[in-house]
């Protein structure tokens, strides 16, 4: 079983950028198809990204492509979420998830698609 922890939240102004971590361990990170969600306050938990566990696929949510940038060190077992030019209502809990994946090149898009979940980390985007 994986377990998750992110980091990298934090307070930023309109315009800044923040790069959130995701450390994984209790298995080989390979072996799992990686995705960002994100909770603001009153709405539902939305994917943000997703990479396949080789790395060599990966998706980014439509309204946030050319801001946001998903990518991964299996060696570090970590994942990264690179966001620039944030806006305000990037405000929300940003999640990390993991599938387990028999073959490297699969891509996750839906929560009940993740087996493991992190605890989440406070994005405040102020204007």
């Known amino acids: 079983q994986v377990q998750l922890v992110e980091s990298g939240g934090g307070l930023v102004q309109a315009g800044g950028s923040l790069r959130l971590s995701c450390a994984a361990s209790?298995?080989?990170?390979?072996?799992?198809?990686m995705g960002w969600f994100r909770q603001a306050p009153g709405k539902e938990r939305d994917i943000v990204a997703s990479?396949?566990?080789?790395?060599?696929?990966?998706h980014i949510a439509d309204s946030l492509k050319g801001r946001f940038t998903i990518s991964r060190d299996n060696a570090k077992s970590t994942v990264y979420l690179q966001m620039n030019s944030l806006k305000p209502e990037d405000t929300a809990v940003y999640y990390c998830a993991a599938r387990r994946t028999p073959a490297g090149w699969v891509l996750a898009f839906r929560e009940y698609e993740y087996e493991y979940w992190g605890q989440g980390t406070q994005v405040t985007v102020s204007s």
């Open positions: 990479i396949s566990g080789n790395g060599g696929l990966s």
């Open positions: 209790g298995g080989a990170l390979s072996s799992y198809a």
